[in-house]
């Protein structure tokens, strides 16, 4: 499945604890170097901390999709945390984060299917039972049938 | 119901795009609106606006960090919210579009269809009209500072040293002599982008020097672009060679090829041809005077700025460069007709026009005077066969009166306001009379085809009693 090619397991990664959004995202980004799909982390991270600076994404409603168009990155990949603990993510709303989903696209663009996806991801963001269903979801499998749907 | 549009993009186009273009939609649903959004992110344009997605439109809701070419929007209700707005509060962002006062005024409807117009155009046309419209100023500025030099006398200029010398430097020597070049150039610019500008530029320089004209131009101008055209997207070389393609290739192979030919092949003919048109015109007898300009006229009414009308206007526009005034006379009286003779009609026989009609035919005077022949579509648009045979009546009596009086114009545009620039009009009464006659046989022509308007309320009154008697 082209979800699955981009949101790998090792890239779910539900209740874990993090102190901060820059700890959130480099730990979601060493999972992506991990699968081969982000060649150079610092680089990366640099540039999704940049588009931060740029303006939060954190879009509210609990959730936050920070995201990078770099060098860094080899093959479009997504990640996913779940928060145990939510952390500040200077939010529109001014909420903290529990879900943050963290997206790499290559400088060059590798074919619009997984952007679409992306863009996909984020309509679905929007509708409060979706998110619902995402603070429900037990394992790595079931994130992935809920973002199938 | 009252339809909503929207565009949402953002520089990265991944995430806010589709999040605020999902909010919106969500928000719109829930209102029970009408509503479309267009999406300009990472995956280019989705779900495009159509022109007539824009025309039905109440408001368009743009939120974006980046530009949405909203050019096409010109004439609509625009509501602007930043992305994070719209991704938070999409409800108030649908209210304040419903709220908004729609722009659908007489003004913003010719604008409309003026735009669709434009949308619409394509190929030869289209490239031809990017060069008369890039070309239009300079005649405007050209024509308009000559007959300022004329203050001075009709022969002030001669003297070396005045003003009025000084004027026909700035109007004869420098504006006018851009003209064909400006024309050729911006032709090939829209066949072929940024490389056709130069040999357009060069192609239509030697145009105007060899006496080719504007006829020489526009050929010059086309050449221009195809050869450039072709150069950038069929000659293929070696990659480390590519980028010699722009600054080299290009402008030299081009250049040469439209210069040759312009030299060699297609100037000469031409000029005779241009030579040929300028003796005709200027040993036209009454009667065939006459008859280019009923001719003319006819052509501006026929379909109000459409290309008809532009035919006849690039005709006229292209002879100022000739130094030949009178066509252009005749074609600007015909254009400022339609409009003012629909005005005419609706003051004279007001019965006949709904009230919404009375109100637009003064919008339409407006236009009229400042020659804006579009000003007369929504009318033609709702009665065709009635309205425009009367527009294009009234426009060739107006274009064969202003050859009849020999009236020549110096600016191919500014309506009745050029009327007031000292010698930018030759006979200017009798000009303004040639306009007056034409816009009252229009009205007249108008107010005797039409029926007036279907249903009067008073009578649907009278109607309903006499079923209950």
């Known amino acids: 499945m082209l979800l699955t090619s981009l949101l790998k397991e090792n890239q779910i990664l539900l209740d874990i604890e993090t102190t901060s959004k820059t700890q959130c995202i480099e730990r979601l980004a060493q999972h992506m170097v991990d699968s081969g799909d982000v060649v150079d982390i610092d680089q990366y991270v640099r540039d999704v901390l940049k588009r931060e600076e740029e303006g939060s994404t954190g879009i509210g409603f609990a959730v936050a999709i920070p995201h990078g168009k770099s060098a860094g990155v080899q093959a479009p990949s997504l990640a996913y945390a779940r928060l145990s603990a939510p952390i500040d993510w200077q939010s529109i709303d001014g909420e903290p984060v529990k879900h943050a989903f963290l997206i790499a696209v290559p400088l060059e663009q590798s074919g619009n299917e997984h952007l679409r996806i992306l863009s996909n991801l984020s309509r679905k963001l929007i509708h409060e039972e979706f998110r619902a269903q995402l603070n429900q979801v037990k394992n790595a499998e079931e994130l992935v049938e809920l973002l199938e749907q | 119901m009252k339809k909503i549009l929207a565009v949402t993009a953002c520089p990265t186009g991944i995430a806010h795009t589709y999040m605020a273009a999902e909010s919106l939609e969500k928000a719109a649903k829930e209102k029970g609106v009408p509503f479309k959004v267009e999406t300009r992110g990472g995956v280019g344009i989705e779900n495009e606006l159509t022109t007539q ?3 039905e439109a109440h408001a368009i809701i743009i939120a974006a960090a980046t530009d949405v070419d909203e050019g096409r929007f010109q004439g609509k209700t625009v509501i602007k919210v930043s992305l994070a707005e ?7 962002a649908i209210d304040r579009a419903l709220q908004a006062e729609a722009s659908t005024g007489y003004v913003a409807q010719v604008e409309q269809s003026k735009q669709e117009r434009s949308a619409g155009r394509s190929g030869f046309y289209k490239h031809l009209m990017t060069g008369v419209s890039n070309m239009i100023p300079l005649v405007v500025a050209g024509g308009l500072i000559i007959a300022l030099s004329f203050i001075f006398g009709i022969t002030a200029f001669e003297e070396e040293g005045t003003l009025a010398a000084a004027l026909m430097d700035i109007g004869g020597g420098a504006a006018f002599a851009l003209m064909v070049p ?18 357009g530029l060069v192609g239509g320089m030697l145009a105007s020097q060899n006496g080719s004209g504007f006829l020489g131009g526009i050929i010059a101008g086309f050449i221009a672009g195809y050869a450039a055209k072709f150069i950038k997207d069929q000659v293929k070389l070696p990659r480390s060679f590519e980028g010699l393609k722009p600054v080299l290739i290009i402008p030299l192979g081009a250049t040469l090829f439209t210069g040759l030919l312009m030299v060699y092949v297609i100037g000469e003919p031409v000029a005779w041809i241009m030579e040929g048109l300028g003796d005709w015109l200027a040993g036209l007898n009454t009667g065939n005077a006459i008859a280019l300009g009923l001719i003319l006229g006819a052509m501006m009414a026929f379909d109000m700025g459409g290309p008809v009308n532009k035919a006849a206007y690039t005709f006229a526009v292209g002879l100022i460069g000739s130094n030949i005034y009178e066509p252009m006379a005749a074609v600007m009286a015909a254009g400022m007709t339609p409009p003012l003779g629909l005005w005419l009609a609706t003051l004279l026989s007001p019965k006949k026009f709904s009230t919404e009609e009375r109100e637009a035919g003064k919008a339409a005077g407006v236009l009229g005077i400042s020659f804006i022949t579009e000003g007369a579509i929504p009318f033609a648009a709702a009665d065709p066969f009635r309205v425009i045979p009367s527009l294009m009546v009234g426009s060739a009596t107006a274009g064969g009166l202003a050859m009849l009086f020999n009236t020549a ?3 191919p545009h500014g309506g009745i ?12 009464f009798l000009y303004a009379l040639a306009i007056a006659i034409g816009m009252t046989v229009t009205a007249v022509m108008i107010v005797l085809l039409k029926k007036g308007v279907a249903a009067k309320p008073e009578q649907t009154i009278q109607e309903k009693h006499d079923i209950a008697g």
């Open chain 2, 53 to 55: 997605d824009i025309q």
């Open chain 2, 86 to 92: 719209a991704i938070k509060d999409a409800p108030t």
């Open chain 2, 182 to 199: 400006i024309l050729a150039g911006f032709i090939a610019f829209s066949i072929a982008d940024k490389p056709g500008l130069a040999p």
């Open chain 2, 409 to 411: 114009l110096q600016a």
């Open chain 2, 417 to 428: 306001f050029v009327l007031f620039i000292p010698n930018a009009v030759t006979n200017v």
